[in-house]
């Protein structure tokens, strides 16, 4: 039962395109994130939302932007793909209390982004 | 500043033995710690998490131990297997900080056989 869905599991892209990933969770869960994760780096919070129409910035805001219209959807946009953007991106999702009961965050299976 | 370190970023080890993972953060507000796996080309799922009103907490094979004197935590896996090569990160929250998790840096464990 797949819970958090990410769009595309692999995404070729060219440099100066806007591309759009997607992440949709069905747990009614309030939090969402971006993330990337680079060999050597970990995982690195690009946004976060905690509310419809809310964002937060993480530590890696620059060159992407997010969307959150609905509480299951949350959207990373990148508005002029580089190639320093090639990266596996995930998304995850969580209840904004209460991570003692759970299992912290609920992550996709990933986007791999080539841009070319 | 990474508060969540990793200082290892692999690790070999022979099938049946012992693997240990460790993890060193430094904010002292937190409170919760979790380990989560990830294979390639997967997101991470969770593995094991422990409060810091405790000081270890087992599940099956894995036992996380957490030292907050030392501001250390480590997992043990016993015995390993080839399944269990991936990578794995501790995570830490605040109470304070909304419950958001801060990550480390990752260890790839690789299990012989």
């Known amino acids: 039962d797949v819970k958090v869905t990410q769009s595309s599991r692999y995404l070729v892209k060219r440099t100066g395109e806007k591309v759009f990933l997607e992440c949709v969770q069905d747990?009614?869960?309030?939090?969402m994130f971006w993330y990337r994760q680079d060999p050597g780096l970990g995982l690195r919070l690009i946004y976060f939302?905690?509310?419809?129409?809310?964002?937060e910035k993480g530590d890696i805001p620059e060159g992407y932007s997010v969307s959150r219209e609905k509480k299951e959807r949350f959207s990373l946009i990148l508005e002029s793909a580089s190639t320093n953007q090639t990266s596996m991106y995930l998304c995850?999702?969580?209840?904004?209390?209460?991570?003692?009961?759970?299992?912290?965050?609920?992550f996709g299976s990933g986007t791999r982004l080539t841009v070319v | 500043d990474q508060q969540v370190k990793q200082n290892s970023p692999s690790l070999s080890v022979q099938e049946g033995r012992i693997s240990i993972l460790n993890c060193d953060y430094t904010?002292?507000?937190?409170?919760?710690f979790l380990w989560y796996k990830k294979y390639p080309a997967e997101g991470p799922t969770f593995l094991i998490s422990?409060?810091?009103?405790?000081d270890k907490n087992e599940d099956g094979r894995f036992t996380v131990f957490l030292n907050k004197s030392a501001k250390h935590l480590s997992l043990h896996i016993v015995p390993s297997q080839p399944g269990d090569s991936a990578v794995y990160f501790c995570?830490?929250?605040?109470?304070?900080?909304?419950?958001?998790?801060?990550f480390g840096g990752g260890t790839r464990l690789m299990v012989k056989p």
């Open positions: 995850a999702s969580s209840l904004s209390q209460g991570v003692y009961l759970y299992y912290g965050y609920t």
């Open positions: 747990m009614d869960h309030e939090n």
């Open positions: 939302s905690y509310d419809v129409k809310m964002k």
């Open positions: 904010n002292s507000m937190f409170d919760y």
């Open positions: 422990i409060s810091s009103i405790k």
């Open positions: 995570a830490a929250s605040a109470n304070n900080a909304g419950n958001m998790l801060t």
